[in-house]
């Protein structure tokens, strides 16, 4: 391996949606890193600050620590091979499923983290090269509620609508189903800030989490009831007269629709189905409503369910009736998880939208891409299948039968693991292109060896709409190449020899055309002012444009400028705890690992820290199961089982168990949750469902 430079370079994590600043030095680091993970101060979202899993990030570029030739199934196992062979063979796979089955047989699945090119070429690829409508990615998993909701209401999906330094302004702030001091911890700094500067910070969560223990209230609803409190909170502002009635009048649309919908929630009524007491409630509805400024944060608890767009649209509705949107200190936001999970979202990887945001069922935006693309708008496939969706029907009469992977891990992801992992086994063609054998690579008929963050150059947006650059700082070992070399090279083999550029300044010209003039319009964002201005806030349509960190001052993204309400209603969950499986389930991430693992559980500080999964349970079940700290549990649901020590903690809601979703085999979370989908957003029930906790029958 060698380094492209000899001074240090500033680039951005590879991980979570914070996108870091850190600089990496040419010298070597621990445990076999090519480089040093220096700290970055100027760069403003972090100043300097990382987690372990930033300041680790470079022993992963070792070469003993990843793949560094293509591999290709033989005679049922895989054997290393040249990437003439390998690309040849993926090649025909495609090419083979499209012509036996149908151009619909052919599917690829996405990442969140993959870099806004390899985002925008990868739907590309999909649509033009393959013509296929099915294409979806591991975004689906995490970001799609927000998303829906946020254009609903205010017609643009910008996560954040402003810079996460105004939380610390705010004085008010209303944390949903977050938990940033373990999944993104420099970004506690703007909780902290928030209390010292006199703001108070309310969060709610199921578990007391490290977030919660910063708060000034701890909110601890039933999970799955995120819904129910948000309306029960528009119930008390209406009915204690704190509605910012002005607002309303100016800036928002169908208010009447919704008073009515919240005033079916009386407060007894959340107080039931919640389990939070009605003065808590009240206290929850007047601070927010009666603090000068306020901004409600959502994350992944409060998303991840099958009612998770109404339950975001239900937070947004409390943000609009009092006030709290559009203006500078207040607003609604949601913390994106994966590290490109805004702009990955923007730029064609979805199955319904076009890069920029435009939707893949407008002429108007079909026509725009086409051009840019030079193909014949009624070339272009219509929507596809959701992520889940797509997985289900792996391998089935009508289903995709040869997929490329790229950028995720569902075999340790998806929601009913054990049923996706068994689909990805019918498949009649699976590649998977990666920069380590993850557990679905061990599936694959071929792995291709790509390059990582710090070996190529790329723009990522952050949860801010912030695009950053991530500058190569070493070039890829002997063995390795790039994604966008993959889909160069496989685009000429099945007969698509333009198009395709390696290069990703190429690529991100293109997508700014693409673009242009769209809801996510980066026509004015260049290499040179993201690095000399540390980033370029979306939309910015022209190279004169400042960029637009704050998109709804003045007006919504709506036609008439106005944010929309939504009427909704609590429902129950797809499945609710019963005589037979009489607990919660919740699950989520830990502090030392990142999303699948697939990177971080190969990293010896991180395995040192989070050596594996564990069942957290407060300690009044824990004595009703005669189950002691570290006992070995086996947690059941109606879709599978898995096992992991007990964790006992008063933390928790006694009637709920949390386990954490980054290992694989028995200790794999999501052979037990729940692929109820959200009718909306497609976003399965991660976050809640029924299960049965005993003693692991080893113990
Ligand atoms: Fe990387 Fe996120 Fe940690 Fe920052 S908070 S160092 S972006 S994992």
Request: charged share 25%; net charge neutral; aromatic share 6%.
């Amino acid at each position: 391996m060698t380094t492209t430079t000899t001074t240090a370079v500033d680039t951005h994590c590879p991980y979570c949606a914070l996108q870091c600043g850190m600089r990496l030095a040419p010298a070597d680091g621990p445990d076999g890193a090519p480089v040093q993970v220096l700290e970055r101060p100027e760069f403003p979202v972090n100043r300097g600050a990382l987690c372990g899993k930033g300041r680790t990030a470079a022993v992963p570029l070792a070469p003993g620590a990843r793949l560094t030739a293509p591999l290709v199934r033989d005679g049922g196992t895989l054997r290393e091979a040249s990437w003439e062979e390998a690309l040849d063979r993926v090649a025909a796979g495609l090419a083979d499923a499209g012509r036996r089955h149908g151009r619909d047989a052919v599917g690829v699945f996405g990442g969140g983290g993959l870099t806004n090119e390899k985002a925008y070429l990868l739907g590309k690829f999909a649509r033009v090269v393959l013509r296929t409508p099915n294409i979806d990615y591991n975004g689906r998993f995490c970001m799609s509620s927000a998303a829906a909701a946020l254009k609903a209401a205010f017609g643009l999906d910008r996560g954040l609508p402003f810079p996460l330094a105004d939380v610390a302004r705010a004085k008010c702030v209303l944390l949903v189903g977050g938990n940033p001091a373990e999944t993104m911890p420099p970004a506690v700094r703007y909780l902290r800030e928030l209390r010292e500067n006199g703001g108070r910070l309310i969060v709610v969560d199921p578990r007391r989490t490290r977030t919660a223990e910063l708060a000034d209230l701890h909110v601890q609803p039933v999970p799955g009831t995120d819904l129910a409190l948000a309306l029960g909170l528009l119930h008390l502002v209406i009915a204690d007269g704190l509605l910012d009635e002005a607002f309303i009048a100016a800036r928002t649309t169908g208010f009447e629709q919704v008073r009515a919908a919240a005033m079916a929630h009386w407060p007894e009524r959340v107080e039931r189905l919640t389990g939070v007491p009605v003065p808590v409630l009240r206290e929850v509805a007047g601070r927010f409503a009666r603090a000068a400024t306020g901004i409600v944060l959502t994350a992944r608890g409060a998303e991840q369910h099958s009612k998770g767009t109404d339950t975001v649209a239900a937070w947004i509705d409390l943000c609009l009736a009092t006030g709290k949107a559009g203006r500078p200190g207040s607003g609604f936001g949601c913390l994106t998880g994966q590290g490109n999970g805004q702009g990955g979202r923007e730029h064609g990887q979805k199955s319904d939208q076009l890069p920029g945001y435009r939707s893949l069922t407008d002429p108007a935006a079909r026509a725009h891409v086409a051009a840019v693309w030079g193909v014949d708008p009624d070339t272009l496939p219509g929507p596809g299948r959701s992520a889940y969706e797509l997985l289900d029907g792996l391998g089935q009469p009508g289903g995709v039968r040869a997929l490329l992977l790229m950028g995720s891990n569902p075999v340790v992801s998806a929601p009913h693991a054990t049923h996706v992992t068994a689909r990805m086994k019918e498949l009649d063609f699976l590649a998977v292109s990666d920069v380590v054998l993850s557990e679905t690579a061990e599936l694959a008929d071929v792995v291709l060896p790509v390059a990582q963050w710090a070996e190529e150059t790329g723009t990522v947006t952050n949860l801010e709409g912030r695009v950053l650059l991530r500058e190569a700082a070493l070039a890829p070992p002997e063995g390795v190449r790039t994604d966008l070399y993959v889909l160069r090279e496989l685009a000429a083999r099945l007969g698509v020899p333009d198009g395709f550029p390696e290069d990703p300044r190429e690529v991100f010209e293109e997508l700014r055309a693409a673009s242009a003039g769209g809801p996510a319009d980066y026509a004015g964002i260049t290499y040179e002012r993201v690095r000399a201005e540390d980033g370029v806030f979306w939309p910015c349509p022209a190279e004169d444009h400042p960029g637009t960190p704050r998109p709804f001052l003045d007006r919504f993204a709506t036609p008439d400028g106005r944010a929309r309400f939504a009427a909704v209603s609590h429902r129950p969950a797809a499945e609710e705890p019963d005589a037979e499986y009489p607990l919660w389930l919740t699950t989520g991430r830990v502090l030392a690992q990142y999303q699948s693992g697939a990177q971080t559980r190969r990293v010896p500080e991180l395995a040192r820290a989070a050596p594996g999964p564990f069942v957290e349970l407060h300690p009044r079940l824990a004595q009703r199961l005669g189950v002691a700290d570290g006992d070995r549990l086996t947690l059941t649901t109606r879709r599978g089982r898995a096992t992991a020590p007990a964790r006992i903690t008063p933390g928790i809601r006694p009637d709920t168990v949390f386990m954490p979703f980054h290992w694989p085999g028995l200790g794999r979370a999501n052979s037990l949750t729940h692929p109820a989908l959200d009718p909306v957003s497609r976003m399965p029930e991660f976050k809640a469902c029924a299960v049965r906790v005993e003693r692991a029958r080893d113990d």
